[in-house]
Nanobody
């Protein structure tokens, strides 16, 4: 079992920055990838960014150049640095880990005001 706890969400003005953190605990040795997804009201959950154990990075086109995902293996923590935030980035952001099954955190709200 793996537990994921997100933090760092909040309210920010357009153009501002936030850093999300996802602290993982449990059986991490089988985790091959971690990432961030988001879900806006009335929309499907979508991939924002992902990082594999081999340090391969993937980003949604809408966040490329603005968001950066990173991973601290010693702390079992994944970060999402979000810069130049836009109102359309407003969503609940979920941390995700892929191992023998898919794990999800509880989500953290990010609201970007115009």
């Amino acid at each position: 079992q793996v537990q994921l706890v997100e933090s760092g969400g909040g309210l920010v003005q357009a153009g501002g920055s936030l850093r999300l953190s996802c602290a993982a605990s449990g059986s991490m040795f089988r985790i091959s990838a971690m990432g961030w997804f988001r879900q806006a009201p009335g929309k499907q959950r979508e991939l924002v960014a992902a990082i594999t154990s081999g340090i391969r990075l993937n980003y949604a086109d809408s966040v490329k150049g603005r968001f950066t995902i990173s991973r601290d293996n010693a702390k079992n923590t994944v970060y999402l640095q979000m810069n130049s935030l836009k109102p359309e980035d407003t969503a609940v952001y979920y941390c995700n880990a892929v191992g023998e099954r898919v794990y999800w955190g509880q989500g953290t709200q990010v609201t970007v005001s115009s």
